[in-house]
């Protein structure tokens, strides 16, 4: 059963939506892009002699003069400040902490540093086109060819020994490896005839390693390769490492692979894969992992699908499809306002994305709400060309840098909009609330246990929060993960009941979902993503924003009852409760009220954040609203109303 388009069109359906598809969180067979091409037809779409490529060669000095337009000279001032770069060497030890301490950074920090660098170098070169800039290129071509491995620590043990010291004898490809290889794939594009003026051995090497650490272990598609989800089976998660690894690998190959016949064989390869994520992704478009994961999730599914366009002029295209739309559409649906988004599981609060990403995808799949939405980011300034680790995503931005400019900025948010395959649902009104919750199961790609949490904003000021996650380490993928406070129920705005939290697993789930878009109301069951020994009958939970109050009914039945129930609200301002039954918050001005049943004690903890992926959100604290009925009954129900001034 596939959703109806009319889904995404927010104020269309106003009838009470039950999410009761039989489909939903199911792996649908869908297989889009080898509909549009069999392996033989794939031989005679592609593009062979690069001529595919949309950027001017490196000699076309009026092309990229034209392309750049102002932007040129801080792309070559960039690059001078990297003329006497230091390459970082990673040392052994470095790769070892992973497994001895758990930290990533102490390795990931300095080869990030040089990747970011030689990309920085390589568009200052193109900027400018002068030869000023080759030399360091060269210096970390060769540094990144001597490097034993271009996978990160944290990545390194999917090799057969299991651990964080990279073996040479078995490349792994994840993220930042076949990004690397990417990087370099398109310096051998660029600059191959130049390098070969210095020294023909600088690009036979450089495509040497590529072949060796990319090429060849894709089309080998070895078991640390899972996220192509050759092996996929049900149950397991195809996250964004998919088209973010396979965008990377496919440039690769179109850029440095001399042979037909391999190249089409790698392409159809990669293409089969990427139907595996997007027959596993909702229809609906919600990215389960956040908006700030979406930029590596439906972000690079548009890259892939880019460049897959541009290497077949077009005869391979799936920009007209309704759920590559949705998914694109997500990212301007999730943003709240004043930096704020939407943020369940370990997606952060803060963020919008890349406005050049945005704008280019709204075009791609003829989104005005999307390129709009892109340029309202701008606040009025000139865009930004990206000057990360990602060659491809600074070409790209380059692309844009003139067009974005003259697109109307407006963002203007659906009064609802329901996800009901993902089950999430959003409110906002005209007294300025922005209202987010979620239904789900507990083990979606980044999950937290937070089966019925929802989050609430006011002016662009949040209240009521999700904390998101820390710096990651060996722990946040482990099987301690949820040994973590943010990833704990008792951390989110969600009851404990009967002293039990919920479950992660797929097992762990909501039932009964109900979304009136008209009404704005949202509720569910969540009694199911709680373990079978809390002894809870039903714990149905129902929202509804109407003016400046968000209203919480909660009713419950107990098998037996085994001890207290607790509500836990997560804030962002210090609580005030010295007025019995209301505890007051005020959040820069903006005042609210939340009311709570007599029958509760009020206990508020100071939650201090020494991890500065949290600090730079939230500052130095955030607030646990405790509520504790020390005595409930089998048989309960609770009524709590926020209230903004």
């Not at 060659?391 to 003139?402: A, F, H, K, V």
Request: proline share 4%; hydrophobic share 35%; glycine share 6%.
């Amino acid at each position: 059963m596939k959703t109806p388009l009319k889904l995404m069109k927010p104020l269309v359906f106003t009838l009470l939506l039950l999410s009761t598809l039989s489909h939903s969180f199911a792996y649908t067979d869908r297989n889009l892009l080898q509909k549009q091409a069999t392996l033989e037809m794939l031989k005679s779409m592609l593009i062979y002699d690069g001529s595919w490529v949309p950027y001017p060669d490196y000699t076309d000095r009026a092309g990229w003069e034209s392309l750049l337009g102002d932007a040129q000279y801080q792309l070559i001032e960039n690059g001078e400040k990297l003329l006497d770069f230091k390459w970082n060497v990673i040392k052994a030890t470095d790769y070892l902490a992973y497994e001895r301490t758990g930290d990533r950074m102490i390795m990931q920090n300095p080869f990030e540093q040089n990747r970011r660098a030689l990309n920085a170098l390589l568009i200052a070169e193109l900027a400018e086109g002068k030869g000023r800039f080759l030399d360091q290129i060269i210096n970390g071509v060769f540094q990144a060819c001597e490097t034993t491995s271009w996978t990160i620590s944290a990545h390194v043990p999917r090799q057969s020994n299991r651990r964080s010291l990279p073996d040479w004898r078995e490349p792994v490809i994840d993220l930042t490896s076949a990004g690397y290889g990417m990087s370099l794939s398109w310096i051998y594009y660029f600059l191959r005839p130049q390098l070969d003026q210095v020294d023909p051995t600088i690009a036979i090497r450089m495509k040497s390693e590529i072949e060796r650490r990319v090429l060849e272990p894709f089309l080998q598609d070895l078991p640390s390769s899972w996220w192509t989800a050759s092996r996929w089976k049900p149950g397991d998660i195809i996250n964004n490492w998919n088209p973010w690894c396979n965008h990377n690998v496919l440039q690769c190959f179109l850029l440095v692979e001399d042979n037909r016949d391999r190249l089409a064989d790698a392409v159809y390869q990669g293409m089969q894969s990427v139907d595996r994520f997007i027959n596993y992704v909702s229809e609906d478009g919600a990215c389960e992992e956040g908006p700030s994961y979406w930029g590596h999730a439906a972000g690079k599914l548009y890259d892939y699908l880019q460049v897959l366009y541009y290497a077949t002029n077009g005869q391979v295209n799936l920009f007209d499809n309704q759920q590559i739309k949705n998914l694109g559409e997500y990212i301007s649906r999730s943003y709240i306002g004043d930096g704020w988004v939407v943020n369940f599981a370990d997606a952060s609060a803060k963020g919008g994305g890349d406005a050049s990403l945005i704008y280019l995808y709204g075009k791609a799949v003829g989104s005005d709400e999307m390129m709009q939405f892109a340029s309202s980011l701008l606040k009025g300034k000139k865009p930004s060309i990206s000057m990360g680790n990602d060659t491809y995503r600074s070409l790209e931005s380059i692309l844009c840098y003139q067009p974005l400019q003259a697109v109307p900025a407006t963002h203007i948010h659906p009064s609802s909009t329901w996800y009901p395959e993902t089950q999430f649902c959003y409110f906002t009104n005209k007294a300025g609330l922005f209202f987010a919750a979620k239904g789900g199961h507990n083990n979606e790609s980044h999950n937290h246990n937070d089966i019925g949490t929802f989050i609430l904003y006011a002016n662009n000021r949040p209240l009521f929060i999700e904390a998101g996650v820390g710096t990651y380490t060996k722990k946040t993928f482990s099987a301690d993960r949820y040994s973590i406070w943010t990833m704990q129920t008792n951390y989110h705005n969600l009851p404990l009941i009967n002293g039990f939290a919920q479950k992660n697993g797929r097992q762990y789930k909501a039932a009964d979902i109900k979304c009136d878009t008209r009404k704005q109301t949202f509720s569910l069951n969540i009694a199911n993503a709680y373990p079978a020994d809390a002894k809870i009958e039903t714990y149905k939970r129902q929202y509804q924003l109407r003016g400046k109050t968000l209203t919480i009914n909660d009713q419950y039945v107990l098998k037996e009852v085994l001890g207290n129930n607790q509500l836990i609200f997560m804030t962002y301002g210090k609580p005030n409760v010295e007025k019995e039954g209301v505890i007051e918050l005020n959040v820069d001005g903006v005042a609210a009220q939340l009311y709570y049943p007599s029958c509760f004690t009020v206990e508020i903890e100071p939650i201090q954040l020494d991890d500065k992926r949290l600090s730079d959100v939230w500052g130095e604290t955030i607030y646990r609203v405790i509520l504790t009925d020390a005595h409930p009954q089998k048989t309960g129900k609770y009524v709590f109303k926020i209230v903004v001034e």
